[in-house]
């Protein structure tokens, strides 16, 4: 039984106000400000909830849910709604809440809460029965005779986490057992959500030390699942009744806050709501605009984040349309027609977020400065960004050979859930599984990134290239020897942003370790446990450093590319190698092609003046220009002469493989160029960097050599040398 659930009527927090909805038919400021409330989980009244049974019809005191019900599914069957009613009833009957309240009332407020979010029948009905096998006499198989196997799954499912006490330590077993036996269907989740939400508005009387416990637990474990869900009604509520009960002094701060804008005579959001909306019926786009105010803790983080509050912190403006391609349509008109804050602009249509989220996010600028953000969205995209996986039905297809236990395949299932599902099996132990759970919850951010063959990964904001690895191959990321990130070599300790592409570059040597480096730069559960399960089994390996992707520099720096030690090819300035004609504009002066970026014709140049009287010649993108610059150095105007013959160093980026040199140093003759040196460096993580400096008779020829090069089996990158700048 659920002890948490106390009396409704006891004073608790005050919910936010209700979004507004502004229709353009209408004229008058009041009327525009007629109400049309985001999805209201709080309509609920005792006297509805009981009333008398009679065979053969609804019961009244189920009438609310039937309502909801048919506001979403018209065509639901009710029957097994009617049933599952008398069954909960006379199984609760003489049952009471710690309020004095017949215990129906909590299985029937359970209910009404994902009616209200659209969830179909099958849910329904098995919220209504979720405490009758834990509490009453009725099992398992009287509900499957009863209800069918689907219902019986979905009560099993929420009697295993009732059983789980989420917060105590010798918990983390019972916990990763419940999620291999009910995370395969949200819908168990949903209705658990959906339970904690009415206990904790219902939480009283509860003596305040265990108020804060069952508070705390909400925050870090089950709030963090409903927004994975994308159940964001859940969510929002839960979170404000959560900053009541752990912050009362913030959260009344918030309240007065909010009471205060609430009082202020012109309301910026309105006005601007105005505008939008003739915008879009001057460009014939059908579209309604909503405020959506903001929730109690959304206020109290942008309080933080702002200090001052103005009038448009208050809500934000949502517009709905009936197509995908509206969206775009209504953007295109906002950014044209008001005044944009281009950096607030996110595309989730596009790419949507690992909840199921879809919107464009905008936002336009008043010319008091107030910024007015704004979501785009379509009816449809609106109900899943509401009401997440209850809104997608019943995603299976029950038949003869579904299983009696076990996962059962979900097509809609979220990835951070198939994820979890995944890692939790390759859990060292318990204790490494329930903190890396904890760790991923309050993870609240996803970034998407690209592959090369066009497909995505989902990763928490501030995953590496480690993660995309061990995302992507799982324990095959051992053998990861590299990554381009859009496109340029990056070591595995990259941070990947949002958008980027990632490449990695997976070594041949099937004996290919982690590094225990690795474990620094790892963010996922995934990673992390699939690292630490290998050193476990391999206590001596994994001694390896990062050096993937390593850029450190050659000998030639371009301060100290004047100093006859650098190389025997430069040891006399005055003297310059063969290559590339160069001219500078101080005639007389020598000059010479700087080590460190190599440049050839047509390379765009420039000249610095350094010790000796010798100007050299870097390309205008080498990073030793922007250091002399900010040094004060003049630049000297140079330009290409006549001459075509250049000197150019290359390195090259390979796996480790016999006879590699060999090849290497073939490719280069057949394509006429000159080696004047070559060094190897130690093979590192199966890679291994050569750096060779050639001359060739024709600058012309050296993307073709490049391409040569890359074609040697093993080599997987070619590029010019290009050196950081020394340090200030």
Wanted: net charge negative.
């Amino acid at each position: 039984m659920s002890a948490e659930a106390t009396n409704p009527a006891t004073p608790g927090p005050v919910a936010p106000t209700a979004p507004q909805a502004l229709t353009a038919s209408v004229a008058p400021a009041a009327a525009r400000r007629k109400s049309r409330p985001r999805i209201d989980l709080r309509r609920l009244g005792r006297a509805a909830l009981l009333g008398p049974a009679v065979r053969g019809r609804l019961p009244d005191a189920i009438s609310h849910v039937v309502e909801a019900h048919r506001a979403h599914h018209p065509d639901a069957d009710l029957e097994p709604l009617r049933r599952a009613y008398v069954l909960a009833e006379s199984s609760h009957r003489g049952q009471m809440r710690k309020s004095g309240e017949p215990y129906i009332t909590h299985p029937l407020a359970v209910t009404l809460i994902l009616a209200e979010l659209g969830a179909e029948t099958t849910t329904l009905t098995a919220s209504l029965l979720h405490d009758t096998v834990e509490d009453t006499d009725v099992t398992l198989e009287q509900v499957r005779e009863q209800f069918g196997e689907e219902v019986r799954y979905l009560v099993d499912g929420v009697t295993k986490l009732e059983k789980v006490d989420y917060g105590a330590a010798a918990e983390p077993e019972t916990f990763r057992k419940m999620l291999v036996a009910t995370g395969s269907d949200v819908r168990v989740m949903s209705i658990k959500l959906a339970d904690r939400l009415h206990n904790m508005r219902t939480l009283g009387v509860m003596r305040p030390e265990k108020q804060a416990r069952i508070a705390k637990v909400t925050r870090d474990v089950l709030i963090p699942l409903a927004e994975r869900l994308g159940v964001q009604a859940l969510k929002t509520e839960l979170e404000d009744l959560v900053f009541a009960i752990l912050h009362p002094e913030e959260y009344e701060h918030t309240r007065e806050l909010i009471a205060e804008n609430a009082a202020r005579q012109g309301d910026p959001l309105a006005e601007v709501a105005d505008e939008m909306r003739g915008v879009l019926r001057d460009a014939d786009i059908q579209a309604e605009v909503l405020i959506r105010p903001r929730h109690f803790v959304s206020v109290h983080r942008v309080a933080r984040k702002r200090g001052r509050l103005r009038g448009a912190d208050f809500g934000r403006l949502l517009v709905l349309v009936n197509e995908d391609a509206d969206c775009y349509g209504v953007l295109g008109e906002l950014h044209t027609c008001m005044t944009p804050v281009v950096s607030e602009f996110k595309d989730f249509i596009a790419v949507p977020k690992f909840n199921l989220y879809q919107s464009l996010h905008t936002a336009v600028a008043r010319p008091d400065g107030q910024v007015v953000e704004v979501l785009i969205r379509t009816h449809q995209m609106h109900k899943v960004a509401e009401a997440g996986v209850v809104a997608l039905g019943n995603p299976y297809a029950p038949g003869a050979d579904d299983p009696v236990d076990g996962e059962r395949a979900d097509p809609t299932r979220p990835g951070w859930l198939s994820r979890l599902l995944d890692w939790q099996e390759a859990a060292p132990d318990p204790d490494t599984f329930w903190s890396t759970l904890r760790e991923d919850l309050a993870q609240d951010r996803e970034i998407t990134v690209f592959r090369p063959d066009g497909g995505t990964l989902g990763l928490p904001e501030g995953a590496t290239c480690v993660d995309a690895a061990y995302a992507q191959y799982g324990e095959d990321a051992h053998a990861c020897i590299g990554a381009r990130v859009n496109g340029r070599l990056a070591t595995l300790s990259t941070v990947l942003k949002d958008g980027d592409t990632v490449q990695l570059l997976m070594g041949q040597d099937p004996a290919s370790e982690p590094s225990r480096e690795w474990l620094e730069h790892a963010h996922t559960p995934a990673a992390r446990i699939a690292i630490q399960r290998w050193l476990a089994t391999h206590p001596g390996g994994g001694a390896g450093t990062e050096e993937e992707g390593d850029t450190r520099p050659d000998p030639a720096d371009d301060t100290a590319s004047a100093r006859p030690t650098d190389s025997a090819a430069d040891s006399t300035p005055a003297a310059r190698p063969r290559g590339a004609d160069v001219l500078a504009d101080r005639p007389g002066v020598p000059v010479r092609l700087a080590g460190c970026c190599t440049p050839v014709p047509p390379d765009e140049i420039t000249g610095f003046t350094v010790r000796g009287g010798v100007v050299t010649v870097h390309r205008v993108g080498c990073a030793a220009v922007a250091h002399m610059k900010s040094r004060g150095r003049a630049e000297i105007g140079v330009r290409w002469g006549d001459t075509a013959a250049c000197r150019v160093t290359l390195v090259a980026e390979s796996f480790g493989r016999p006879h590699l040199l060999a090849d290497l140093t073939e490719a280069i003759a057949l394509e006429g160029a000159e080696i004047v040196s070559a060094t190897v460096e130690p093979p590192s993580q199966q890679r291994v960097r050569h750096t060779y400096t050639l001359q060739l008779a024709d600058a012309a020829h050296l993307p073709a050599l490049m391409r040569a090069m890359r074609d040697v089996p093993g080599v997987y990158d070619v590029s010019r040398a290009q050196h950081q700048a020394p340090a200030s």
